[in-house]
């Protein structure tokens, strides 16, 4: 049966029967930018409280939204895992701000295929796309003993700031500082 689906809400079959289709969250990067605008270099802004959480890697390298890199330093000299494949798995909002405080507070989701034993700890990644002036991005990651719904809640974790709670870390451009600003 031949059908048109526009903005999966709803889609008309042959026929001229509508059936309703359950809303679907896209990336804002997903259609402006190749590789939904994660593909570069970004270091942790040294300026933000995140610096300090020791579950940022201070630099991510992303090649083609399909290879991820993390390094313990700024300059990329000590490897905490690299070359990580990874399977982009879709868009999920922001369980705090999506959609009532904003709109484009949107999570790309990404689950490993294939790397070494390190790039395990880095199973599922999201993150919340290259975006704003300065541009900047936000990271989460845990291993396969967790899942996306786990990453995504804790954005509703209560706040601690002895644990630097909720998870947001904040990464520029390379070379780049203060780029949440």
């Keep these: ?3 048109i689906c526009l903005i999966a809400a709803t889609c008309v079959f042959a026929g001229g029967a509508k059936q309703a289709v359950a809303e679907q969250i896209y990336s ?13 270099v970004f270091t942790i ?12 890697p201070k630099r991510v390298v992303f090649q083609q939204m399909e290879r991820f890199s ?6 990329g000299n000590t490897p905490i895992a690299e070359n990580c494949r990874y399977v982009y798995k879709g868009a999920a909002g922001d369980p705090f701000y999506y959609p009532k405080e904003s709109k484009t507070s949107i999570w ?9 034993e390190a790039c395990n700890n880095f199973y599922y990644v999201i993150l919340r796309s290259p975006h704003g002036n300065p541009v900047h991005m936000h990271m989460r990651y845990a291993n396969a003993d967790s899942s996306f719904d786990n990453l995504l809640n804790l954005s509703d974790s209560p706040e601690d700031k002895t644990k630097i709670d909720p998870w947001w870390s904040v990464y520029c451009n390379e070379g780049v500082t203060g780029c949440d600003q």
């Design 70 to 75: 993390f390094y313990e330093d700024l300059d």
């Design 1 to 3: 049966m031949a059908s």
């Design 108 to 116: 790309d989701l990404f689950e490993l295929a294939s790397g070494d």
């Design 45 to 56: 802004d040294t300026e933000e409280v995140s610096a300090t959480d020791p579950r940022n």
């Design 28 to 40: 804002p990067n997903a259609f402006k930018v190749p590789y939904l605008g994660v593909d570069g």
